[in-house]
């Protein structure tokens, strides 16, 4: 009769704990405070489906760019890359849509059916086809209606910082001659003067010939008057100049960042900010045009010391965050009740008289030190000294106040080098941000615990190592990311497949995967801590994958040391991702059980650590088991 193969003898007083929740890390403190379910060294692993976790996919090298990726960005389905100075549309063949850019990271937004690319240097404009400066396609305004040839006149339209023409509308009169202009300080540029006819009609009118410049005083001499209007109570002409204003353009083309808002909590406005030499200032275009900002739209934001360093919308305000104001009023609220038919666009009501986005309240709490770190899942989340945080309401009053997340990562994230340069996305529900070579992810998805405890509110943290990113995008094909050497990422999306657990530093036909190094650490001290511990076995339930394999490691003593019959390797029958290396000649599918007995005794607290380093193998935790005797009182202990 065969032998039975048990772990431990029926008599004996075997306790068991176990767990099938699996968390995310916790790297906040003492290794006492952390629950069972989480870990205080998982690397390289992932929410899978709720309360389970799984090794992360691997990322492929999809081209290489000239230098490094300063941003990537979506626009109809096609992907932009920002590379060094040069600006690139991405595919099989990239096509360099511009040069002379600033060579440093830049930010986006999508308005008006354009791509608005802001790098510090010059606003951009991509429509799909080219990339052009917007002062290329500034708005002209008119500044003045119903202008007397002697000046006056009812003032219309703000002037637009982007470009220098403006125009001015006059209502003539028979005799005059002499028309003053809104301004002074004429530049060189060609002087544009249409004149209405008897017939309601515009012409032409040139200058040296119908009329000349004073270009110092902004007066225009007619050789013969205008007239007064055809039209009873409707200007007749109009003269288009220019007046050099860079001081003003540099206003908005030194501007790196902004966020599209509007009226009424809309996003038909592109509001901008980040230019040092106005860094408590940011400025706000026309309804769907950012290629008019005018000259009254703007806002002084908080203290002069204190740069805004980005933006969220919170509910249906424009929250503007600064680094740190000396109050600590570092979140400051806009709204504006303006109805959208009331401003701009050919109204019957003048600009001036349109939307006015007033400070409606402030937010106390730490300022924002990272202005890549902004991102949205369910509520505003960013980086501040203090850690991971969000703009979160309150339950009763629905009043909005700083709430820290990431509580779990805080202490490892912020001793990072240079972290003031995090870059960060939202991607499936999770928060990524990229720094050092490193990815923190908070999953927004699992609601906060809302244990009375001091880690309520915490989102589940995890963090990947071994990734080169400088930035990070989320695209509709997938997660994406550049690295300082030009290149420009993709992580695999399918989790089931194999030939997904592997990073490549190139693309994946040319080879050399390197495996990816998983790991989850649970620390162990039976139900009582102060108890010494007979390890008697480990069980391990893997989720179900093609073929995956598990070492386990114990600490003990300060030193680890691999438990060499606990590990294992497991696979199901799948034809289409068949591995005879690793084939176990099982069709299960299910969550595959590898269990050992292990002999460590004397030990009142250990640290098991589960890992999968091989290529091509998924590698998912669903239950974890360990069987001990308690005797006694701790004791020195050995393996």
Request: glycine share 12%.
């Given at each position: 009769?065969?032998?039975?193969?048990?772990?431990?003898?029926?008599?004996?007083?075997?306790?068991?704990?176990?767990?099938?929740?699996?968390?995310g890390t916790?790297?906040?403190?003492?290794?006492?405070?952390?629950?069972?379910?989480?870990?205080?060294?998982?690397?390289?692993?992932?929410?899978?489906?709720?309360?389970?976790?799984?090794?992360r996919?691997?990322?492929?090298?999809?081209?290489l760019?000239?230098?490094?990726?300063?941003?990537?960005?979506?626009?109809?389905?096609?992907?932009?890359?920002?590379?060094?100075?040069?600006?690139?549309?991405?595919?099989?063949?990239?096509?360099?849509?511009?040069?002379?850019?600033?060579d440093?990271?830049?930010?986006f937004?999508?308005?008006?059916?354009?791509?608005?690319?802001?790098?510090?240097?010059?606003?951009?404009?991509?429509?799909?086809?080219?990339?052009?400066?917007?002062?290329?396609?500034?708005?002209?305004?008119?500044?003045?209606?119903?202008?007397?040839?002697?000046?006056?006149?009812?003032?219309?339209?703000?002037?637009?910082?982007?470009?220098?023409?403006?125009?001015?509308?006059?209502?003539?009169?028979?005799?005059?001659?002499?028309?003053?202009?809104?301004?002074?300080?004429?530049?060189?540029?060609?002087?544009?003067?249409?004149?209405?006819?008897?017939?309601?009609?515009?012409?032409?009118?040139?200058?040296?010939?119908?009329?000349?410049?004073?270009?110092?005083?902004?007066?225009?001499?007619?050789?013969?008057?205008?007239?007064?209007?055809?039209?009873?109570?409707?200007?007749?002409?109009?003269?288009?100049?220019?007046?050099?204003?860079?001081?003003?353009?540099?206003?908005?083309?030194?501007?790196?960042?902004?966020?599209?808002?509007?009226?009424?909590?809309?996003?038909?406005?592109?509001?901008?900010?980040?230019?040092s030499?106005?860094p408590?200032?940011?400025?706000?275009?026309?309804?769907?045009?950012?290629?008019?900002?005018?000259?009254?739209?703007?806002?002084?934001?908080?203290?002069?010391?204190?740069?805004?360093?980005?933006?969220?919308?919170?509910?249906?305000?424009?929250?503007?965050?600064?680094?740190?104001?000396?109050?600590?009023?570092?979140?400051?609220?806009?709204?504006?009740?303006?109805?959208?038919?009331?401003?701009?666009?050919?109204?019957?009501?003048?600009?001036?008289?349109?939307?006015?986005?007033?400070?409606?309240?402030?937010?106390?709490?730490?300022?924002?030190?990272?202005?890549?770190?902004?991102?949205?899942?369910?509520?505003?989340?960013?980086?501040?000294?203090?850690?991971?945080?969000?703009?979160?309401?309150?339950?009763?009053?629905?009043?909005?106040?700083?709430?820290?997340?990431g509580?779990?990562?805080?202490?490892?994230?912020l001793?990072?080098?240079?972290?003031?340069?995090?870059y960060?996305?939202?991607?499936?529900?999770?928060?990524?941000?990229?720094?050092?070579?490193k990815m923190?992810?908070?999953?927004?998805?699992?609601?906060?615990?809302?244990?009375?405890?001091?880690?309520?509110?915490?989102?589940?943290?995890?963090?990947?190592?071994?990734?080169?990113?400088?930035?990070?995008?989320?695209?509709?094909?997938?997660?994406?990311?550049?690295?300082?050497?030009?290149?420009l990422?993709?992580?695999?999306?399918?989790?089931?497949?194999?030939?997904?657990?592997?990073?490549?530093?190139?693309?994946?036909?040319?080879?050399?995967?390197?495996?990816?190094?998983?790991?989850?650490?649970?620390?162990?001290?039976?139900?009582?801590?102060?108890?010494?511990?007979?390890?008697?076995?480990?069980?391990v339930?893997?989720?179900?994958?093609?073929?995956?394999?598990?070492?386990?490691?114990?600490?003990?003593d300060?030193?680890?040391?691999?438990?060499?019959?606990?590990?294992?390797?497991?696979g199901?029958?799948?034809?289409?991702?068949?591995?005879?290396?690793?084939?176990?000649?099982?069709?299960?599918?299910?969550?595959?059980?590898?269990?050992?007995?292990?002999?460590?005794?004397?030990?009142?607290?250990l640290?098991?650590?589960?890992?999968?380093?091989?290529?091509?193998?998924?590698?998912?935790?669903?239950?974890?088991?360990?069987?001990?005797?308690?005797?006694?009182?701790?004791?020195?202990?050995?393996?």
């Amino acid at each position: 009769m065969p032998k039975k193969n048990t772990f431990l003898s029926p008599g004996s007083p075997v306790k068991v704990i176990k767990t099938g929740f699996f968390g995310g890390t916790d790297l906040s403190g003492a290794d006492a405070d952390i629950t069972r379910g989480r870990s205080r060294n998982a690397v390289n692993m992932i929410r899978d489906t709720p309360g389970k976790v799984r090794k992360r996919t691997g990322y492929y090298r999809l081209r290489l760019y000239p230098g490094r990726v300063n941003g990537i960005f979506e626009f109809r389905s096609q992907l932009l890359v920002h590379s060094a100075t040069e600006l690139w549309l991405d595919g099989e063949e990239p096509r360099l849509l511009r040069a002379g850019l600033a060579d440093t990271i830049s930010g986006f937004a999508v308005l008006g059916g354009r791509l608005w690319i802001l790098d510090g240097v010059k606003l951009l404009c991509f429509d799909g086809e080219t990339a052009i400066d917007a002062e290329d396609i500034a708005y002209v305004p008119t500044v003045c209606i119903a202008r007397a040839p002697a000046g006056g006149g009812t003032p219309f339209e703000p002037v637009n910082m982007l470009g220098s023409k403006r125009t001015d509308s006059f209502l003539g009169t028979a005799d005059a001659t002499a028309y003053q202009l809104s301004f002074g300080g004429l530049s060189s540029e060609e002087i544009s003067v249409e004149v209405m006819t008897s017939g309601g009609d515009w012409t032409k009118l040139y200058e040296g010939v119908d009329f000349s410049a004073e270009r110092s005083s902004g007066c225009l001499i007619f050789a013969a008057a205008p007239g007064a209007s055809p039209v009873t109570g409707e200007d007749n002409l109009r003269a288009t100049y220019s007046v050099d204003n860079p001081d003003y353009a540099d206003r908005v083309n030194k501007c790196k960042f902004g966020i599209c808002y509007g009226a009424l909590g809309g996003s038909d406005r592109l509001f901008i900010s980040g230019n040092s030499d106005l860094p408590d200032h940011d400025f706000y275009s026309q309804v769907n045009n950012p290629a008019y900002f005018g000259d009254l739209w703007y806002g002084v934001m908080g203290q002069e010391g204190s740069p805004v360093t980005g933006y969220s919308v919170i509910g249906r305000q424009l929250a503007a965050h600064k680094r740190g104001d000396s109050d600590a009023r570092n979140i400051i609220l806009r709204y504006s009740s303006a109805p959208e038919q009331d401003y701009g666009g050919g109204n019957l009501l003048s600009p001036l008289m349109g939307a006015r986005f007033l400070i409606t309240d402030v937010i106390q709490g730490p300022g924002t030190i990272a202005p890549k770190s902004f991102g949205f899942a369910r509520e505003p989340i960013f980086l501040t000294p203090e850690g991971v945080c969000s703009a979160s309401p309150r339950e009763t009053t629905n009043e909005r106040y700083i709430k820290n997340r990431g509580a779990r990562i805080d202490k490892a994230l912020l001793s990072e080098p240079d972290i003031q340069n995090a870059y960060a996305c939202v991607h499936e529900g999770f928060y990524t941000l990229a720094v050092n070579n490193k990815m923190y992810l908070l999953d927004t998805r699992v609601p906060p615990s809302d244990a009375p405890d001091e880690a309520a509110g915490q989102y589940e943290a995890y963090v990947w190592d071994s990734i080169p990113a400088r930035v990070v995008y989320s695209a509709e094909t997938g997660l994406y990311f550049g690295s300082a050497d030009g290149g420009l990422y993709r992580f695999f999306e399918d989790a089931d497949d194999p030939a997904c657990y592997c990073d490549y530093d190139g693309p994946v036909e040319d080879g050399g995967g390197r495996a990816i190094s998983a790991r989850w650490d649970f620390d162990f001290s039976g139900t009582g801590f102060y108890n010494n511990k007979r390890v008697r076995f480990i069980s391990v339930r893997l989720a179900p994958a093609a073929v995956s394999s598990l070492e386990v490691f114990v600490k003990a003593d300060g030193a680890w040391r691999e438990l060499p019959d606990a590990g294992g390797k497991t696979g199901c029958f799948s034809f289409e991702k068949l591995v005879f290396s690793e084939f176990g000649f099982s069709s299960d599918t299910g969550p595959r059980t590898l269990s050992s007995k292990i002999r460590i005794e004397g030990a009142s607290r250990l640290t098991f650590s589960l890992r999968n380093s091989k290529p091509g193998q998924p590698f998912g935790l669903s239950e974890i088991a360990v069987g001990y005797i308690e005797r006694g009182k701790d004791k020195k202990y050995v393996v």
